[in-house]
């Protein structure tokens, strides 16, 4: 297995380093410079606009972000650049934008929103992307079909399984996608313990990240249960790591 030591070293800015949508918002440019800059990783969450380039958003709905009605899937990259994010100066970026703009700094975790029916090439697109991106970055999905498609669609980018859920139904689903080489998972601290993290934790040594970390709590169970957290609304060195 290759290396994800880079994985687990920094605190990861969940959607960037945003401030709870107040004046700096999520997935947007100015949320990663400010990750960058205070040398935080970054994760981000990436849809097919509909000419088939990856734009940076995290619903595929567009009011609550853009306060524009429809689909992500609906609007072309040009469309989707004239709209502003909460009212702010920053649209809705592309993720080569979000690469140009980070240029390796600091590490990327890309998150593939699946969207049946209108995703069809999403893992290609983002594939194509990352082949010549110089910086550390991975991939993950909470999408199964979406992971089936890692190996083939982005070769040599460290793919992960997003996921919930201490239910046997959802564990066994869960291990049922280590038939697709998953380099790490993102897991819900609020679900931790379970046996699928402990297993491949302990047994595979694989890392585990965990989300969304919102308080002392979470970061403690981060801790104790899995290896870096990705975290929202605070400062991670004002906290107590347990």
């Known amino acids: 297995m290759d290396d994800l030591s880079w994985l687990t070293a920094k605190p990861v800015a969940h959607r960037g380093y945003h401030d709870l949508n107040d004046r700096r918002w999520e997935n947007t440019l100015s949320a990663f410079a400010a990750a960058a800059e205070r040398g935080y990783a970054i994760e981000c969450d990436v849809h097919l606009s509909a000419d088939n380039v990856p734009v940076v958003i995290h619903d595929d709905d567009l009011k609550r972000l853009t306060g524009a009605d429809g689909f992500v899937w609906q609007r ?30 600091v590490p990327l975790v890309v998150e593939l929103k699946g969207t049946p029916g209108h995703d069809t090439g999403l893992v290609a697109s983002v594939g194509a992307l990352l082949k010549t991106y110089k910086g550390k970055v991975a ?6 079909w ?92 004002t906290m107590r790591l347990a």
Not at 154 to 169: F, Q, S
Not at 182 to 206: C, E, I
Not at 210 to 217: G, H, N
Request: charged fraction near 20%; glycine fraction near 8%; avoid cysteine.
């Open 76 to 105: 072309t990259v040009a469309e989707l650049a004239t709209l502003r994010v909460g009212g702010t100066a920053d649209h809705v970026p592309t993720l080569a934008e979000v690469l140009a703009l980070v240029a390796g700094r």
């Open 139 to 144: 991939i993950m999905s909470f999408d199964h």
């Open 146 to 237: 979406l992971i089936r498609d890692f190996a083939r669609d982005a070769p040599g980018i460290p793919g992960g399984l997003t996921a919930y859920g201490r239910e046997n139904k959802l564990i066994e689903a869960h291990f049922s996608m280590l038939a697709h080489d998953l380099a790490f998972t993102s897991y819900a601290a609020g679900d931790l313990p379970n046996p699928f993290v402990t297993f491949v934790r302990d047994r595979l040594k694989m890392p585990v990240i965990t989300w969304t970390i919102r308080d002392q709590p979470a970061i403690d169970i981060t801790f104790r249960y899995a290896d870096q957290m990705t975290f929202e609304g605070f400062e991670p060195e």
